[in-house]
Nanobody, 126 residues
Framework: QVQLQESGGGSVQAGGSLRLSCAAS????????MGWFRQAPGKEREGVAA???????AYSDSVKGRFTISRDNAEKSLYLQMNSLKPEDTAIYYC????????????????????WGQGTQVTVSS
């Protein structure tokens, strides 16, 4: 089992950048696929970016070219570098992990993910 804790959220103006971090505790994360998901008010949770244990990545179309996911297994950490932020990126961002791949057919798997963090708020003002 892993426990996940996000940090790095905050408020930023459009065009700005933020870096989210997710610290894992418990099991080693090298075996896990990990990802970032977000949920805006009144909307369903959506996949933003995912990275499998073999390093394969996937991004939602809305963030491609602006966000970069990375992981440091030795530090048991997951990161999301967010550049060129837009007001529509405003949401609670969640870190997630699963022993099964989160990148399936080039897309982010969103079903039955076992482990979630509590979320960090990102607010982008225009």
């Amino acid at each position: 089992q892993v426990q996940l804790q996000e940090s790095g959220g905050g408020s930023v103006q459009a065009g700005g950048s933020l870096r989210l971090s997710c610290a894992a505790s418990g099991d080693t994360i090298s075996r896990y696929s990990m990802g970032w998901f977000r949920q805006a008010p009144g909307k369903e949770r959506e996949g933003v970016a995912a990275i499998d244990s073999d390093g394969t990545t996937a991004y939602s179309d809305s963030v491609k070219g602006r966000f970069t996911i990375s992981r440091d297994n030795a530090e048991k950490s997951l990161y999301l570098q967010m550049n060129s932020l837009k007001p529509e990126d405003t949401a609670i961002y969640y870190c997630a992990a699963d022993l099964f791949p989160l990148v399936v057919g080039g897309e982010i798997e969103t079903k039955q993910i076992d482990y979630w963090g509590q979320g960090t708020q990102v607010t982008v003002s225009s």
